[in-house]
């Protein structure tokens, strides 16, 4: 079966830019979760949908939005891209609203 | 908010050495979740915790759920090359409506000497 599926998996862009970062959930899970992971650090919660309706935001700004399409699939936007927002953006699903958390690869995302 | 912290935060090990990391919460948890992190990959989730005073073995690694539900331990022992990578403990935490997040600790780096 397939995991978690996230694309692309490297890109690169300059301050300002906007960036749009996809995830395929593993088939019959109907929760996606959005986690920043930046370099030495552990993963830090960006957005949760469940059911194709935001569950969740974690202590990010505005730049940041997030949407589930109705097969559970999800995107993560990030407008006026910062030096600071370069990072492994990872997705993960999960089956029910808990429980352990299956991550993609993840996409690794350097500003310059 | 919640908190969890992570010691140590590197760990450097000849092969055979055992390793342990301890993981702490601000705040009572449900339930505490371990990943692990390969150089390079992606979390994977290694156990889930639930009960007060819960232990766990996974072959060579054994996972202890404190009586207060605050805290936790990952120790492994005979450490192998393949156990190199960043082991993160996780609370979950919920913010109104049925929202639920991790909230991960920075983790401990293994490093093992072969």
């Known amino acids: 079966d397939a995991g978690v599926t996230q694309s692309p998996t490297h890109l690169i862009k300059t301050r300002g830019q906007h960036v749009t970062l996809r995830c395929s959930p593993i088939?019959?899970?109907?929760?996606v979760s959005w986690y920043q992971q930046v370099l030495g650090q552990g993963p830090q919660f960006i957005f949760q949908y469940y059911e194709k309706e935001e569950r969740g935001r974690g202590n990010f700004p505005d730049r940041f939005s997030a949407r589930q399409f109705p097969n559970y699939s999800s995107e993560l936007n990030v407008n006026a891209l910062l030096l600071g927002d370069s990072a492994l953006y990872l997705c993960?699903?999960?089956?029910?609203?808990?429980?352990?958390?299956?991550f993609g690869e993840g996409s690794r995302l350097t500003v310059l | 908010g919640q908190q969890v912290m992570q010691i140590p935060q590197y760990q450097h090990v000849q092969e055979g050495e055992d390793f342990t990391t301890y993981c702490n919460s601000s705040t009572t948890l449900s339930n505490i979740q371990w990943y692990k992190q390969r150089p390079g990959g992606h979390p994977v989730f290694l156990i889930q915790?639930?009960?007060?005073?819960e232990v766990k073995k996974q072959k060579r690694l054994t996972f202890q759920f404190g009586e207060a539900k605050k805290n936790s331990s990952l120790h492994i022992t005979a450490t192998q090359t393949t156990d190199v990578g960043t082991y993160f403990c996780?609370?979950?935490?919920?913010?109104?409506?049925?929202?639920?997040?991790?909230?991960f600790g920075k983790g401990t780096l293994l490093t093992v000497n072969p």
């Open positions: 993960a699903s999960s089956f029910v609203n808990t429980g352990e958390l299956f």
């Open positions: 088939s019959g899970h109907k929760s």
């Open positions: 915790l639930v009960k007060s005073g």
């Open positions: 996780a609370g979950p935490s919920r913010s109104g409506g049925s929202n639920y997040k991790l909230t």
